[in-house]
């Protein structure tokens, strides 16, 4: 395992060590499984509604770190003067047809016209609760940046997103957005593809983000390997770790870690917050829809892991350890 550039064979990227992503032979003992299940993988009772106080970004936040959770992989950072939007989805369902599919669990909490001025938006891979359609033609016609994975930019342009705008990176590739803020694209173990013929032709990335006073991770979508551990090496301490602890299961290890292995990750990159990510607004799994936060919450215990889990649509400066219990909360509805 190495910070190397992404290696292709046969035209698909291949992922840092050897990983087995699920696919056709494991469908009978998934839908077996499936059938079967008796978790609540999805909220009996509705959550939120969650609203977003926009009046907040008039002002940028005093300690130069504050996030807003949209949902799932949908962040808002700012960062040191300098706004993100990461893997927008804003479409109700995770898929690709408004008819089928996972569906959201609460509304997103702010619309799409009301995001304040971005300077840039990140996309980690073109998976579809990653890379929205409907969301990415918001931005079409403007002049917004997008940095994205290798081989991603061809949704981008067909959604009508100019190919000036769009800035594709490989592991280990360093970018600015604006003036003082570095991203840097590093290893993932995961994969790639909207189809079912075209696995692994575009990148999957995790990425760090560092501005003058502050250094952030997003993990995006990851199973467990050793690079956390180089990562953390070589552009660590993180002052926040963004890492997903949902949609993980037993019949694709590999490329989802769950709340246990986000957990020793987020130690492997020497991270002072941990916020979980990637877990209740879909239902993209068989664990129950709350499992992923509540396990975690025991192995922060455990392990001394200070967490960062504001509610959803929120923006929250990032100072100290936080747990708003969201999720408990009686719906409005």
């Not at 130069?64 to 960062?79: A, P, Q």
């Not at 696995?199 to 006073?213: H, Y």
């Not at 992923?292 to 400066?317: D, S, V, W």
Request: net charge neutral; proline share 7%.
């Amino acid at each position: 395992m190495s910070l190397d550039s992404a290696v292709k064979k046969g035209g698909k990227f291949l992922n840092p060590i050897p990983t087995n992503a699920g696919g056709f032979g494991k469908l009978i003992p998934i839908l077996w499984e499936y059938m079967n299940n008796k978790a609540e993988v999805v909220p009996k009772q509705a959550l939120g509604p969650f609203k977003t106080n926009t009046s907040v970004y008039k002002k940028p936040p005093a300690s130069g770190l504050r996030i807003t959770w949209v949902g799932h992989s949908s962040l808002l950072i700012e960062i040191d003067g300098t706004r993100i939007l990461t893997d927008p989805v804003w479409s109700e369902r995770a898929s690709f047809s408004s008819h089928i599919g996972p569906k959201r669990f609460f509304e997103p909490p702010l619309r799409l016209n009301e995001l304040p001025a971005l300077d840039a938006v990140l996309i980690s891979h073109d998976h579809y609760d990653h890379l929205d359609e409907n969301t990415i033609r918001h931005f079409a016609g403007t002049k917004m940046q997008f940095f994205c994975s290798l081989g991603v930019s061809q949704h981008l342009e067909k959604w009508g997103i100019n190919n000036s705008y769009v800035t594709e990176v490989d592991w280990g590739d360093s970018v600015m957005i604006g003036k003082d803020c570095v991203l840097t694209a590093t290893p993932a173990r995961h994969f790639s593809g909207r189809g079912l013929i075209n696995r692994n032709e575009t990148l999957w990335s995790s990425f760090v983000i560092k501005g003058p006073k502050h250094n952030i991770f997003f993990g995006a979508d990851s199973g467990w390997f050793p690079g956390f551990k180089e990562i953390g090496d070589t552009f660590g301490p993180f002052d926040l770790t963004m890492l997903e602890i949902g949609a993980y299961g037993k019949n694709w290890p590999d490329i989802h870690m769950g709340p246990d292995h986000a957990a020793n990750a987020h130690l492997a990159l020497r991270g002072k917050l941990m916020m979980p990510i990637h877990w209740g607004t879909f239902n993209l799994a068989l664990h129950a829809w709350d499992e992923p936060i509540e396990k975690l919450l025991q192995f922060a215990k455990e392990r001394k892991i200070k967490l960062f889990i504001p509610e959803p649509g929120k923006p929250t400066e990032v100072k100290t350890a936080l747990n708003s219990e969201w999720w408990k909360q009686k719906s409005e509805v």
